[in-house]
């Protein structure tokens, strides 16, 4: 059985977390680690936008500044989420593995299956949609949980787990967010809108299609239920051992060069 790299980071800021993602993303390019599985959370409070997005056109940066919300963008696509009362997952692995798929539909169907034996294991009846031919264009806000995507998680029907992907150099980074409540309200708050009337629709249509673990289970488990579910679920799934690892001397240093000249840095930030 293949052993991968289980690290927990406990709650970091936002550049700091993907800084942490693209530094083992460094390490498997260069052959000094094997695939990773890493959870963390965010503290504070944090927006993160896809790699695409306009933070000018589609946040109110005002709003942002106010409420004391970080701002940072993530190295894969999608559109904005809300990082807080969720616990995040990352998957670095080379695409040449033979347990990736090299179709990214195909990628997330894999990936997918081992949140789902986790959800199992915690009791909470998630099922794996189907791939799904409805484009990102065809829905209009920036807010990630109201856009559906293939092999997604969902209970009853409604998207509990929020994912995107990069690859680059030969290695693919999986990131993201399992949600344990959610605040419609404020993720909206902080999104540019036309109205208040706009803003509402957009807050209703987020309930009628995203959900949580809160929402479902009545309550949340404690943190090491949840990583230790979702440990065992990727083991189950991908037939994995997972050991328990801490970040490299080299991963620490490159965590803080990327941190510093890349995902706190404005230019980055702003760059669209």
């Known amino acids: 059985m293949e052993t991968w790299r289980l690290i927990d980071s406990g709650v970091a800021d936002g550049a700091t977390n993907m800084a942490t993602d693209e530094a ?14 890493r959870f963390y959370g965010w503290n504070p ?29 993530r190295p894969t696509g999608g559109r904005a989420v809300l990082h807080h009362q969720e616990l995040t997952y990352s998957l670095i692995i080379p695409e040449d593995h033979p347990l990736m798929p090299r179709t990214v539909t195909d990628s997330y169907r894999i990936i ?8 199992h294991l915690l009791g909470i009846p998630a099922e794996l949609s189907g791939e799904t031919t409805i484009r990102a264009r065809d829905f209009r806000s920036s807010a990630c949980f109201e856009a559906p995507s293939s092999y997604e998680l969902v209970v009853e029907g409604k998207k509990i787990v929020g994912s995107a992907q990069v690859r680059k150099d030969g ?37 009628e299609k995203a959900t949580s673990i809160r929402e479902v289970a009545g309550t949340v488990p404690g943190y090491g239920e949840l990583t230790d579910a979702f440990t065992r679920g990727f083991e189950n799934a991908l037939g994995v051992h997972l050991s328990s690892s801490e970040l490299t001397l080299q991963e620490l240093e490159d965590t803080e060069r990327l941190r510093k000249d890349k995902y706190a840095h404005p230019s980055w930030t702003f760059r669209r």
């Open 24 to 37: 083992l993303q460094i390490s498997c390019r260069d052959g000094q680690s094997p695939p990773v599985l």
């Open 45 to 73: 409070p944090t927006l993160s936008l896809g790699f695409f997005q306009k933070a000018e056109k589609e946040v109110d940066l005002e709003e942002v500044e106010r409420l004391k919300i970080h701002l940072v963008r």
């Open 112 to 119: 997918s299956s081992g949140l789902l034996e986790g959800f």
């Open 171 to 207: 290695v693919l980074l999986q990131h993201g967010s399992i949600m344990l409540d959610l605040d419609a309200g404020m993720l909206i708050r902080l999104l540019r809108v036309r109205d208040s009337r706009t803003a509402e629709r957009m807050r209703q249509l987020l309930l």
